[in-house]
């Protein structure tokens, strides 16, 4: 397992951050599978109950996927800049005397609002309709399986 700096002007492409996330899932499943094979149980089973425990893998996979892609260096960069743009049109507001010269700080506001309503939206996407399934998506149970 890596661990480290990551570097913010590196662009990881989806399948690389997929292979990462699956790297660290099947650690935690071993790290489980080993946990269960020290309380007594024999490791096909061991194996079974950890990869039961953890639930569809690829459908966790994706959501890490998609969490991560959330968070990219353009995403925060546009987050930062609409940021900027508010406390400008602020300051404008604050400091124009002029009517007409106040509405430009007014339309900068609304702009970096709607701009940060729109990158919310976006990340939103995925989340909003989540696939029909009976499936339970990244559920932690507390009680580990007993060998008998």
């Not at 951050?17 to 790297?23: K, P």
């Not at 950890?50 to 987050?79: E, H, P, T």
């Amino acid at each position: 397992m890596k661990i480290g700096i990551p570097n913010p002007f590196t662009f990881t492409s989806r399948q690389k951050t997929a292979a990462e996330v699956a790297e660290e899932l099947q650690f935690h499943i071993d790290m489980l599978e080993g946990k269960f094979t020290q309380s007594g149980m024999p490791a096909p089973q061991a194996k079974a109950a950890a990869v039961k425990r953890f639930g569809n893998l690829d459908n966790i996979k994706n959501q890490c996927v998609n969490i991560n892609r959330r968070n990219s260096l353009l995403r925060r960069m546009l987050k930062t800049f609409t940021i900027v743009l508010a406390f400008t049109g602020l300051s404008i507001i604050i400091l124009a005397s002029d009517y007409k010269v106040t509405r430009i700080g007014t339309m900068l506001i609304l702009i970096s609002l709607f701009g940060r309503l729109l990158l919310h939206a976006r990340g939103c996407v995925g989340s909003v309709f989540p696939p029909r399934t009976r499936e339970r998506s990244l559920s932690v149970i507390n009680d580990t399986p007993k060998y008998t």
